[in-house]
């Protein structure tokens, strides 16, 4: 069987579903220094799930808030713009998340715990090294491997002979991933987040996800995102099929300037993190 072109994978992409105008709206108006709160709660109450996530977060007890938050201008002044924005991301990728990925040997809601992990992680790691934008780290967190979702199809048509090479030729799942499909799911990750319009910083973390070192417009976001996903694997969360092949990038730890020792300390931190099923609501 023949390789994917790159035409064929472009017109996979295309096949993908688009996002909501609202959602891209939304991402505009959040980014927009000169947007009102007015002009976002316009936007946010014409999507009534994601309104009504936008009130439970701001009255959770995360934010302990003495009185109720009972608008979503309230809610907005409170949470903050990028706090709605990744909400408003991470609401309408939820679904593309939750579902079964044989290819991956992911069962339903495996890949989105995975990647709620992924995402609550890189947001401690942001906050841990001062990065100035924490919601957008964890949003990379989320979208890391979103192109499993298109490949799914195509990885579980080919397993055995991925999981042949895997076993036979000592490569990674990656690798042969590659290899075999003529794509990887950070390629095609990268290529759905382009035609979502996403960053270009944002882009770049998800194609470079397991090689840091690859990165050039926002190295250190991109090595959240490894590091943060090498901590979601060792704590075998979702592993699916391709867990334990994943290696740490020295580039990435150099990068945020840490060593084992310091990994050692944020890998327990996550894992308290993790177990406290309020972090889940954010
Ligand atoms: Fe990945």
């Not at 096949?15 to 002009?39: C, G, Y």
């Not at 907005?76 to 079964?100: D, H, M, P, Y």
């Not at 959240?224 to 969360?237: K, Q, S, Y």
């Not at 391709?242 to 890998?267: K, R």
């Amino acid at each position: 069987m023949e390789k994917l072109s790159l035409d064929q994978l472009l017109l996979m992409v295309k096949d993908m579903p688009v996002l909501p105008e609202s959602i891209h709206q939304i991402l505009r108006l959040t980014e927009d220094p000169d947007s009102t709160v007015q002009d976002i709660e316009r936007e946010i109450l014409k999507d009534q799930s994601l309104a009504s996530k936008v009130l439970r977060l701001a009255n959770s007890a995360y934010y302990g808030y003495p009185r109720k938050i009972g608008t979503i201008s309230e809610a907005t002044i409170l949470l903050g713009f990028q706090a709605i924005r990744s909400l408003t991301l991470a609401s309408s990728v939820n679904k593309l998340l939750i579902q079964e990925l044989p290819g991956y040997g992911l069962k339903k809601y495996e890949l989105w715990r995975q990647s709620q992990s992924c995402a609550i992680v890189s947001r401690m790691i942001a906050r841990k090294i001062k990065f100035k934008n924490p919601e957008l780290a964890y949003v990379a967190g989320l979208l890391h491997d979103i192109g499993k979702v298109i490949l799914n199809h195509y990885v579980a048509k080919r397993y055995q002979e991925i999981m042949e090479k895997v076993k036979n030729e000592n490569k990674s799942f990656l690798e042969a991933e590659r290899e075999i499909l003529g794509f990887d799911h950070s390629q095609v990750g990268a290529k759905l987040a382009e035609k979502w319009n996403f960053p270009p910083e944002l882009v770049e973390a998800i194609a470079y996800h397991h090689v840091p070192e690859n990165a050039s417009i926002l190295p250190v976001l991109v090595s959240i995102v490894h590091i943060a996903d090498v901590i979601v694997m060792f704590m075998g969360i979702g592993m699916g099929a391709d867990g334990m092949a994943y290696l740490v990038s020295d580039f990435a730890l150099q990068t945020l300037q840490i060593d084992e020792v310091q990994l050692q300390q944020w890998i327990s931190e996550a894992a308290d993190l993790l177990s406290d099923s309020r972090s889940f609501d954010i």
